[in-house]
C-alpha cells in the first residue's frame, strides 16, 4: 500500500471512529436529558398537586379529591399515578383511598430518605420513567403545612407516584441521532474530497521526493516529479526536477566527443529552456587573455572592442556584472542602450566562459536575474567536464604533433586521410600534395652535429608555419620530410608557395663548426582529384614527383602531371 492509499485510510477509519464515538455520546447524553425532562415534568405535576390538595384542605372539600386527581393523570397522559400518606398522616386523617395507603420499594425508600426516587425501564418500543417525590413538611407556605399536620419540619407527609412515557422524547433523539449520523456522514466525504484534492497532493509529492532521494543515494538522478502544487512545496519539486535535468544534462555532455559539441548544448539550453535569445558566449584563454566567440545573436560592434578579454569585466574581477547595479558599470561595453547581465565561468586554470546577455527592458533583466542560479547550476556541471575534454584534446595534440617542431605528425596525417577531408574540395579546386625532403642532410648531421641538424629542422617548419594558411596543415612525415595539405587552392598558387618555401629556405644562413651553410629543399607536388581519386593516393604521387625532383638535381619543384606526359 502507497502512503497515498494509507493516509486515505487512515483518514477515513478516524473519521469513521470519531463518527460513532460523537454518536454514542449523543444518544448518553439525549438519554440523560431525557430523563431530565421527565423528572422535571414530575416534579412539576407533583407541585401541582400539593397546591390542589391544600386547596381541597382549606376548603374542607377532600372528599372530592379523587375527582381532582383523575383529572390531573388524565390530562397529564400518566400512568399509576398514585398518592402514599405517611404513617403520621394515616394516624391523624386515617388511611384514605386504597392508592393512598398502598406502597412499593421506591416508595418506601422516598418515605425513609425523603429524596426522589426513580427508575428507567426500557423496552425495544417503549421507555418509561417510573418516579416517586416527597412532599415534605415545610413552614414557609400558607397555610403552612404545620397548621393542619401533627408533624415537624422536614418530615415526610407522603409521596406522589407517577409512570411517565419518554417514548416521544426518545423517537425526537433518534431522529436527532439520525440527521446527526447523515451530517457526520457529509463530513466524512468532504473530509476524503479534502484530502483528495488537497492532502493527497502533498502525500504524493512526499512519496515522489522519497522516490527521488532513494534513487539519488544510488546515484540516479534521473527521477521527474509530477506536481501541480505551486507553493513551497511545488517549488521544492521543481528544484527536484531541476537537479534531475541537469544530471541528465551531464550524463549526456560526457559522452560527447568534444567540447565544441559542449558548448552547442549549453547554446540550446540558454535558448530554448531560458528563452533567451539576444546573447554571446565567449572561450577565454586565461593565459594569453585572448578570447573567442562561441555564439553570438546580437549586434558584435555594440559589444566588442577587440579580442583582448581583458576589456571585459566579468573576466577580469571574477564576479558578474548587472549594469543596473551602477551607471554604465562597465565601461568598455559599447552597449549603451541596453541592458546587460556578463556571467564569468573559470573552467581551469587556462580557459573561462563569459555569458554576456542582452534585454532591453530593465523588467526583463530582473527575469533573467531569477535564472542566474539555475544556469550557474548547468555551466557548474559542465566545467569539469569541459576540463576533460580540453585536457583529452590537449593530450591528443601530444600524440598527433612532432614535440620539437609543433608540426602535424604522421599519425594525424593518417588520421585525416581516413576521415571525410576529401568531400571538402570545391568545384574547380584540389587538394594539393607538397612532399618535401632537406637535400643532403644526413650531411649536416655527420659534419655539424646533430643539435645543428634540429636547427635547420626547426627553420623549415617555421617557414612552412608562416607560409600556408590558417585551412591549411603543415606536417613533419618523417626525419627530414616534410609535407603541406593545401585546402582547396589553384594549381598555380600551390606551385607559388612550393618555389617561394624553396626559395626562402635557401637563403636561410646555418652556422656549425665556425662556418655558416645552406641548405636546399627538393619538393614534390600532386593535387587531389586531379591526379589520383583517393587522397592516399595522392600522397604517394606526391612521393613520386619528390622523388623525381631529387634524382634530377635538387632543389628544385616538380609536379606529378609532369611524370605523366
Not at 379523587?66 to 402514599?84: G, S
Not at 393512598?100 to 418509561?128: C, G, M, P, Y
Not at 513551497?232 to 531541476?242: M, P, W
Amino acid at each position: 500500500m502507497n502512503i497515498n492509499k494509507k493516509v486515505l485510510s487512515i483518514i477515513i477509519s478516524l473519521m469513521f471512529i470519531l463518527s460513532i464515538l460523537s454518536l454514542i455520546t449523543f444518544i448518553y447524553n439525549f438519554k440523560k436529558l431525557s430523563v431530565k425532562i421527565a423528572t422535571a415534568q414530575a416534579i412539576s405535576i407533583a407541585q401541582n398537586v400539593r397546591d390542589g390538595l391544600t386547596a381541597h384542605m382549606i376548603n374542607e372539600t377532600m372528599d372530592k379529591r379523587a375527582f381532582f386527581l383523575n383529572n390531573i393523570a388524565k390530562n397529564q397522559k400518566i400512568e399509576n399515578f398514585h398518592l402514599l400518606r405517611a404513617q403520621s398522616v394515616i394516624e391523624q386523617y386515617n388511611a384514605g383511598f386504597y392508592t393512598e395507603s398502598r406502597s412499593s420499594k421506591i416508595e418506601k425508600k422516598v418515605l425513609k430518605s425523603a429524596k426522589i426516587q426513580s427508575q428507567l425501564i426500557e423496552t425495544f418500543d417503549s421507555a418509561i420513567l417510573k418516579i416517586s417525590i416527597p412532599y415534605i413538611a415545610t413552614s414557609d407556605q400558607n397555610p403552612n403545612c404545620l397548621s393542619c399536620h401533627k408533624a415537624k419540619l422536614g418530615d415526610v407527609l407522603g409521596v406522589i407516584s407517577m409512570d411517565i412515557s419518554i417514548d416521544e422524547i426518545r423517537k425526537d433523539g433518534i431522529s436527532i441521532a439520525f440527521k446527526i449520523l447523515l451530517v457526520v456522514l457529509l463530513i466524512l466525504i468532504l473530509s476524503i474530497f479534502v484530502a483528495r484534492f488537497y492532502i493527497l497532493p502533498y502525500l504524493k509529492l512526499f512519496n515522489d521526493l522519497e522516490n527521488g532521494i532513494s534513487r539519488a543515494y544510488k546515484g540516479d538522478f534521473s527521477y521527474h516529479i509530477e506536481t501541480a502544487l505551486e507553493s513551497e512545496a511545488g517549488k521544492v519539486a521543481s528544484r527536484l526536477n531541476e537537479l534531475s535535468e541537469i544530471y541528465k544534462f551531464k550524463k549526456t555532455i560526457e559522452l560527447d566527443e568534444n567540447k565544441e559539441t559542449i558548448y552547442n548544448r549549453i547554446v540550446h539550453i540558454v535558448q530554448t529552456k531560458f528563452d533567451i535569445t539576444k546573447f554571446i558566449m565567449f572561450e577565454i584563454n586565461n593565459k594569453t587573455k585572448l578570447r573567442n566567440i562561441i555564439f553570438d545573436t546580437v549586434d558584435l560592434n555594440s559589444v566588442l572592442l577587440d579580442n583582448n578579454a581583458s576589456v571585459c569585466r566579468a573576466f577580469r574581477i571574477n564576479e558578474d556584472v548587472y549594469s543596473n547595479d551602477f551607471d554604465d558599470i562597465c565601461l568598455n561595453c559599447l552597449q549603451k542602450a541596453q541592458c546587460y547581465i556578463c556571467l564569468n565561468f573559470t573552467i581551469n586554470d587556462d580557459f573561462s566562459i563569459v555569458l554576456h546577455i542582452q534585454e532591453s527592458k530593465e523588467k526583463d533583466i530582473e527575469k533573467i536575474k531569477n535564472l542566474i542560479p539555475i544556469i550557474k547550476n548547468y555551466f557548474e556541471m559542465a566545467k569539469p567536464v569541459i576540463e576533460t575534454k580540453i585536457l583529452m584534446n590537449i593530450l591528443k595534440e601530444t600524440t598527433l604533433r612532432d614535440p620539437m617542431t609543433s608540426l602535424y605528425n604522421r599519425r594525424f596525417l593518417n588520421e585525416l586521410l581516413n576521415s571525410n577531408f576529401a568531400s571538402r574540395v570545391k568545384d574547380g579546386f584540389s587538394h594539393a600534395f607538397l612532399m618535401m625532403d632537406i637535400d643532403f642532410f644526413k650531411s649536416v648531421n655527420d659534419t655539424y652535429g646533430h643539435d645543428v641538424g634540429d636547427e635547420v629542422i626547426k627553420r623549415l617548419a617555421l617557414i612552412m608555419k608562416e607560409s600556408v594558411r590558417g585551412s591549411d596543415i603543415s606536417v613533419r612525415y618523417g626525419g627530414e620530410e616534410f609535407l603541406i595539405l593545401l585546402n582547396c587552392t589553384i594549381q598555380k598558387k600551390a606551385v607559388k608557395l612550393a618555389q617561394d618555401i624553396r626559395k626562402e629556405f635557401e637563403e636561410e644562413k646555418f652556422v656549425g663548426n665556425s662556418k655558416i651553410f645552406s641548405k636546399t629543399l627538393s619538393i614534390g607536388i600532386a593535387y587531389y582529384p586531379n591526379d589520383a581519386d583517393t587522397l592516399n593516393e595522392t600522397l604517394k604521387h606526391s612521393d613520386e614527383a619528390l622523388y623525381e625532383a631529387k634524382s634530377t638535381g635538387r632543389n628544385k619543384v616538380v609536379e606529378f602531371k609532369s611524370l605523366k606526359t
